[in-house]
């Protein structure tokens, strides 16, 4: 909390020149919202100064390849269709680099996974087409033997010319040309149980198979998410112990009772039960991954 403190000051403080009014209400609120000695206004402040002792270049690479790995595992996330908040077992990486331990905690809490490993075995196929906003204007009558050249090609070796070279060499009726990457369209084949991607040299697959667990987990999740929803609607503080009733079918019913440790520990509920909403309590109904649920919540007297 120190650190995001302290990054949000001193960038109001950077930025007040050029955003004077938002960054003094942000001023009061952080900074004279807590103490009362501190200057009267940000425009009062001393310009920050740099703190050459504070840079760490080794951090600030280790993070620049874990928000790769990120967005790499969103990116994978969105095309299997999966939530976020649905739990999965397993990711892999290859990369031309390796995170400790540090980084992967911080890799599977974002992404929701239960384990990673680099590996340099992972085998990507690729499929690559003209794009014809390029091809079409330099090669004209070509296209067509490009787009059935290119099908031929082994995809893997083809992107690896690529990367090293910036371009896929072809010979097209003992014409030899080169395409660029602006050139090609490259699609990453999809393993059945596994969804694929890659950029920069960076390929990150992960592992789609859901388990009973998995899937129960997630429920949970969903059912968490649900909850502090309803707590914010109903403008609970955020400390304020809640109770909680559920009605839903036989499914989402066991769900609950096998995760209610869980589910009471994050939402701050003191009682989950089953049963009609009593009266004054916050009640809404929900479709949680196609079950349907009533849930009603109210402060614990």
Known sequence: YMTLYTALTELCKTAAPMIPFM??????????????SAPESI?????????????????????????????????????????????????????????SDFYQEIILDELNIKQMAFSDDLK?????????????????KLVGAIR??????DGAEAVQELNETGAVHLNISGEEIALGREDLLIEIAQTEGFV??????????????LTPELIEEGFVRELVSKIQTMRKEAGFEVTDRIRLRYATGEKLAAVIERGGDTIARTVLATAIERGDA????????????????????????
Request: charged share 25%.
């Open 23 to 36: 960054t003094e209400d942000i001023y009061q609120n952080l900074v004279r919202g807590l103490d009362l």
């Open 43 to 99: 425009h009062l402040c001393d310009f920050p100064a740099v703190k050459e002792e504070w840079i760490d270049e080794k951090l600030e690479e280790d993070m620049k390849d874990l928000l790769q790995v990120v967005v790499l595992g969103r990116s994978a996330r969105n095309l299997s269709g999966l939530k976020n908040r649905q739990p999965l077992a397993n990711m892999y990486v290859k990369a031309d680099f390796t995170l």
């Open 124 to 140: 990507v196929e690729y499929a690559l087409k003209p794009q014809l906003k390029t091809v079409g204007p330099k090669f004209g």
């Open 148 to 153: 059935t050249t290119l099908a031929g090609l």
């Open 196 to 209: 694929t991607q890659a950029d920069q040299g960076v390929t990150v697959m992960l592992d789609t198979t």
């Open 278 to 301: 009593p009266d004054g309590a916050y009640t809404k109904a929900w479709s949680i991954n196609g079950e349907d649920a009533t849930l009603s919540v109210w402060k614990d007297a």
